[in-house]
Structures are given as C-alpha cells and as structure tokens.
C-alpha cells in the first residue's frame, strides 16, 4: 500500500512538472512571436530636407534609404551622418544646414528650434521667432527687430539666413 502511494505521488509530481514546463515553453514562444510582430517603426525627420515629417519604416531599414525619401536639400549638412546606420526604434532626425553653402531658410518653413539654434541663435530668441512667426505668416525685419532680445547682432544673423 505504501509502495502505491509513494508511485502515484511521484506520477502526479511528474505530471504536474511536465505541464508547468509545457506553459512555461509555451508563453516563452508566444512573447518572442508577439515581440516580432512589430516590424515597422516611425521615424521623424526635419531641418534641411524638403518633405520634413513623419515616416514609417521598416526594422533595422538604413538611414539612407530614409533620406532618399525625405529628400535633402542642396544646403544639408550630411558628413557627420551614418547612411549605413539602421534604425531600430521610433526616433527623431534632425538633419542641419551646411552654413557654409549659403544656407537659407523661407520664413514660411520656418517650424522648429533646431532650424534657427543650428545657426547660433540662442534658444529663447528662437522660441520668441517661432511664436512670431505662428501668429504672423508675413512679417518685416522691423518686426524681427523689436522682438525683446533681439539686438543688431542677432538681427544681422537672421537676415544672413532667413528669407522674409
């Protein structure tokens, strides 16, 4: 009798154990099939490009396939680029402007910080521009000029870039 029970207890550990590790493996494999599912990420490109926004791309796709559809302008800067790198997660690209090829930004375009601090205007005159420019579609430099913090240095540098 006590043989029997020793066998049926070691049957029913047995058993117990085989379907604890078939779950186990089972939710293993439904995590790794989950985690592959997603095979397209969004990336967000602006500054020197002619179609700024939002892409969606495939996993581990090359940022140079990525530009080729955002299409640089002749002004970008692209030398400190890695065009073999790939992209693996949702991220943001700012591609800036060569300042040395006469780079040149249309008052209308103007949508982002980066465009005008890449050019060494400080953060909050940037963001005192910006606002000026979403409340002003057309504006003139004397308007640029009263803006508070904005001195003849500053204005001088937005007239070497900004096309009014």
């Known amino acids: 009798m006590k043989k029997k029970v020793w066998v ?7 058993g117990l154990f085989s379907i604890s ?5 089972d939710q293993r494999g439904t995590y790794l099939t989950s985690a592959n599912k997603s095979k ?14 939002e892409f969606e791309v495939n996993f581990g796709e090359k940022l140079y396939s990525i530009l080729k559809r ?12 890695d065009f073999d790198s790939k992209i693996l997660k949702n991220s943001e690209i700012y ?3 060569d300042l040395n090829k006469g780079a040149f930004l249309k008052w209308k375009e ?12 400080s953060k909050s005159t940037a963001q005192k521009v910006l606002k000026l420019r979403k409340d ?15 001195g003849q240095a500053t204005l001088q540098k937005l007239q070497n870039i900004l096309i009014i």
Not at 8 to 14: F, T
Not at 21 to 25: I, K, N, R
Not at 70 to 81: D, E, F, M
Not at 136 to 150: A, C
């Open 8 to 14: 049926l207890g070691g049957l029913l550990a047995v």
């Open 21 to 25: 590790l078939s779950l186990t493996l």
């Open 40 to 53: 397209t990420l969004k990336i967000k490109i602006s500054g020197a490009v002619n179609n700024p926004g």
């Open 70 to 81: 955002a299409g640089p302008k002749h002004n970008a800067n692209l030398s400190k680029l």
């Open 95 to 97: 591609i800036p402007y």
């Open 110 to 121: 103007l949508n982002n910080i980066n465009q005008l601090t890449s050019y060494g205007i």
């Open 136 to 150: 002003n579609e057309s504006i003139t430099w004397q308007h640029l000029e009263s803006l508070k913090g904005v």
